[in-house]
């Protein structure tokens, strides 16, 4: 896939946000949901699991409503095991981290009221970032 060049996978986000308590939006309602919780998302990665349902996922099932092109990409490739996104002006980016096969792909929404998507990828993932991504997991699964 060709598009914009991530710096680093990890270098451009900062802690993780792992759980959210708050059930996934569908339809129309994913708009709201995106707008409300994009400041709690922005320069984060989160866990994605579907049950329960973590932040991570209720977030990225909300944005591929929002974006077809991403949930035509989530059809073909799977969720991912993480999420990292972050915001800059207009522009949303996101990294989808699959752990198993050590890959990662780029994702950038148009700015404004665009719903189109550029991808980029995959990207090798470092054995680094896969310790570091599975340590974020560990502690999100550890009983608190």
Do not use: W
């Not at 209720?58 to 490739?77: C, H, K, M, V, W």
């Not at 095991?81 to 096969?101: D, M, Q, S, V, W």
Request: with cysteine; aromatic share 10%; glycine share 10%.
């Amino acid at each position: 896939m060709t598009g914009f060049q991530p710096t680093t996978l990890l270098g451009m986000l900062a802690l993780p946000l792992l759980l959210c308590g708050a059930c996934a939006p569908t339809g129309h309602n994913a708009a709201g949901y995106v707008r409300r919780t994009t400041s709690a998302a922005n320069d984060h990665i989160m866990l994605v699991r579907h049950a329960p349902p973590t932040f991570g996922f209720q977030r990225l099932s909300a944005l591929s409503t929002l974006y077809p092109d991403l949930g035509i990409f989530l059809n073909q490739e799977g969720y991912p095991e993480f999420l990292a996104e972050t915001n800059k002006g207009e522009n949303r980016y996101l990294i989808l981290y699959y752990i198993g096969p050590r890959k990662a792909f780029a994702c950038r929404s148009g700015a404004g009221n665009s719903r189109q998507v550029e991808f980029s990828g995959p990207y090798p993932v470092t054995e680094k970032e896969v310790r570091t991504l599975q340590d974020l997991r560990d502690k999100a699964e550890s009983p608190q």
